[in-house]
């Protein structure tokens, strides 16, 4: 199990290290177009969210592929992609063709159904690395031996 968590860190962790990337890339006028154009946040929040949204999602990327408090960037990772999926489906729901900008402005994605289920499959991975991770090669295997950032499990295994 170890070795799949590991795994599952490494490929959400690349996937929201890559999406924070490319947004900062893009820069925050860019981003907070993307984020605007949902039309569900006061337009006072719009501008903090495009400037920090990417290097949050950099940071969070980081920790999980690294293993770096990886029981709590997995449940933040989670809520993350639900907040994602609930976005995404209200633009579904009221048929607004605006780009998800979950890449930034190189690759731009209609929202879909496709699309929502994704961000809650990625969501559920999430929770799984929370509940069962760290996983092997995570950084909190080593700083933390005492288990306190480990499941029961692997607090115990060798």
Known sequence: MGYLIFALRLAVGALLLTAGVLKAHDGATSTAITIAGYRILP?????PLAVGLPYFEIMLGGYLAIGLFTRIAGWVAAGQFAIFAIAVGSLVVRKIPADCGCFGSTLPTPPSW?????????????????????????????????GYFTSEREAHSP
């Not at 337009?43 to 501008?47: D, G, I, R």
């Open 43 to 47: 337009q006072a929040l719009v501008a």
């Open 114 to 146: 496709g699309h929502v289920t994704l961000d809650v499959l990625l969501g559920c991975i999430g929770a799984a690395i929370a509940l069962r991770g760290p996983g092997a090669f995570a950084l909190d295997r080593m700083l933390f031996p005492s």
